[in-house]
């Protein structure tokens, strides 16, 4: 049997810009989503701490060490430059994976400087 968990966390980012204008996504500073074992292209759950919102978008690796989190397409209209979110993946586990397992959390400052190394 196969049980769906958390595997990364990107905890209290702030959001540095909206871009309506993009077909979608959120662009990630390439160094953080590292830390938190995103891979580009892969599928994510936004939730937005300041207004509630929770929505699935896909990453897009962002310039290392810009610790941009940049909302585009749709999903900007979710979100308000400065509001903090929460960025989470799940994946699939066997009981025999799950033993030891814990997520990648990824916890981050008020500038998005990673506070967990």
Known sequence: ?????????????TVTDANLNYVGSIT?????LEKAKILEWQKVEILDINNGERFQTY???????????CLNGAAARKVQV????????YASFSDD???DYKPN??????NNEIINK
């Open 1 to 13: 049997m196969q049980r769906e968990f958390l595997y990364s966390k990107i905890h209290r980012a």
């Open 28 to 32: 990630i500073d390439e160094g953080i």
């Open 59 to 69: 990453v897009i690796k962002g310039e290392r060490g810009s610790k941009c989190f």
């Open 82 to 89: 400065g509001d903090k979110v929460i960025i989470v993946s």
């Open 97 to 99: 994976e799950l033993k």
């Open 105 to 110: 959390i990824v916890l981050l400052d008020d």
